[in-house]
């Protein structure tokens, strides 16, 4: 039961004591009860505040309200008292926060001898990593680097690539569009690229003849996931333009990249292929790199591996270039193309493509 302080009748010497004695009983009691912030200072205002405080109502009750005689007996009790009280509920209040600082040092304790925060190098990807091996072999025979954004126009990605109106790459099965833009021409409307070719333009729109320019980067297709099928991947493409580039210089310059690759005992070999901006084209395959050219699972047991598309310039891709000095009937020129993936797919042997953008560390960790 809480502490009341009671009305006096007795002013003798012994009742005054006990009077005393029951009140710091209570008080410490209170003292000794006391386990928060908000409960400490409940107390001391209970206790000490100047209004209705304890030690007022002393005051009034037992100092006031004492007859003449009995005055200066209770005088000094009250002044004692209020030292003792003042003592008691400071102590109280130095204990809880003497205990809570304490709590806080505890909760922030530092254990120097702990091994700090181990952060592991980075690596590579290995797309990035195939990609600059591939740059970095143009790069040593004088070619500059190019890059394009990847949102294009349909006049970049088809149309100045002499792409037909109609060609199955403009259907949407085939290529990612920005979306709400029929009221716009078609050369106008926004695309993913669907490869890094309109970097070509580009290339040519900024640098007149003579220019040799590789161009790494993202490209998009609306291609379903599966093991061999990304609708992100990477390419790499180049382009060589001066007077008097040959089909040879095409040959020459694929045999060297291809033997920096792969090493110098890996053949080449092209085939006449298609492609709507270079005329003739052709496709590239290598001597298999895991067996040498004898014929095993990776090579489908041909002996060779087909890896890039190529082809001399064609002469309506110059005609939208013409204004910057490429004259079809001036300079000739030849153009490569290759999917990173795949070159990473192969040289590592890596069986789906879709390693790559998973992001699963116990993969990419093999290539730190
Ligand atoms: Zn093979």
């Known amino acids: 039961m809480a502490y009341t302080v009671p009305k006096l009748e007795d002013y003798s010497p012994a009742a005054l004591d006990k009077a005393v004695a029951e009140l710091l009983a209570g008080l410490r009691q209170e003292a000794?009860?006391?386990?928060?912030?908000?409960?400490?200072k409940a107390f001391r205002d209970r206790w000490m505040a100047r209004k209705n405080g304890i030690l007022t109502q002393v005051n009034d009750l037992w100092l006031k309200a004492a007859?003449?005689?009995?005055?200066?007996?209770?005088?000094?009790?009250?002044?004692?008292?209020k030292t003792d009280v003042e003592?008691?509920?400071?102590?109280?209040?130095?204990?809880?926060?003497?205990?809570?600082?304490?709590?806080?040092?505890?909760?922030?304790?530092?254990?120097?001898?702990?091994?700090?925060?181990?952060?592991?190098?980075g690596a590579e990807h290995p797309v990035i990593r195939t990609m600059n091996e591939i740059v970095n072999v143009f790069r040593a025979m004088g070619y500059s680097v190019a890059e394009g954004p990847?949102?294009?126009?349909?006049?970049?990605?088809f149309e100045a690539l002499n792409f037909p109106p109609n060609h199955p790459a403009r259907d949407t099965q085939d290529t990612l569009f920005v979306a709400g833009q029929e009221k716009k021409q078609q050369r106008d409307r926004l695309l993913?690229?669907?490869?890094?070719?309109?970097?070509?333009?580009?290339?040519?729109?900024?640098?007149?003849?003579?220019?040799?320019v590789v161009v790494p980067g993202k490209v998009h297709r609306a291609?379903?996931?599966?093991?061999?099928?990304?609708?992100?991947?990477?390419?790499?493409?180049?382009?060589?333009?001066?007077?008097?580039?040959?089909?040879?210089?095409?040959?020459?310059?694929?045999?060297?990249?291809?033997?920096?690759?792969?090493?110098?005992?890996?053949?080449?070999?092209?085939?006449?292929?298609?492609?709507?901006?270079?005329?003739?084209?052709a496709d590239v395959s290598v001597t298999c790199f895991k067996c040498g050219g004898k014929g095993c699972r990776l090579c489908k047991n041909s002996g060779w591996i087909e890896l890039l598309g190529c082809g001399m310039v064609d002469p309506a891709v110059f005609k939208f270039v013409?204004?910057?000095?490429?004259?079809?009937?001036?300079?000739?020129?030849?153009?490569?193309?290759?999917?990173?993936?795949?070159?990473a797919m192969l040289k590592y042997?890596?069986?789906?493509?879709?390693?790559?953008f998973q992001g699963d560390m116990r993969f990419l960790e093999q290539f730190v």
């Not at 005055?71 to 009250?78: A, D, F, I, L, N």
């Not at 070719?197 to 007149?208: D, G, N």
């Not at 042997?349 to 790559?356: A, E, R, S, T, Y």
């Open 32 to 40: 000794a009860a006391i386990s928060s912030e908000g409960e400490s």
């Open 192 to 212: 993913l690229r669907t490869h890094t070719s309109p970097v070509q333009i580009h290339a040519m729109e900024q640098q007149p003849p003579p220019i040799r």
């Open 223 to 281: 291609d379903t996931a599966d093991a061999t099928h990304s609708p992100i991947f990477h390419q790499v493409e180049g382009l060589a333009v001066d007077t008097n580039i040959t089909f040879c210089d095409l040959k020459g310059t694929l045999d060297h990249a291809m033997k920096a690759l792969f090493g110098s005992d890996v053949n080449t070999r092209f085939f006449p292929s298609f492609f709507p901006f270079t005329e003739p084209s």
């Open 67 to 81: 007859p003449g005689p009995a005055k200066r007996e209770v005088g000094t009790r009250v002044n004692n008292l």
């Open 322 to 343: 013409e204004n910057n000095g490429y004259k079809a009937d001036k300079i000739s020129g030849f153009a490569f193309g290759m999917g990173v993936e795949r070159i």
């Open 349 to 356: 042997g890596i069986d789906d493509i879709q390693l790559f």
């Open 150 to 157: 990847e949102i294009e126009t349909d006049y970049f990605n």
């Open 87 to 121: 003592q008691i509920v400071d102590d109280a209040q130095g204990r809880l926060s003497g205990s809570a600082s304490q709590a806080r040092l505890e909760s922030e304790r530092i254990d120097i001898t702990l091994p700090g925060i181990h952060r592991p190098l």
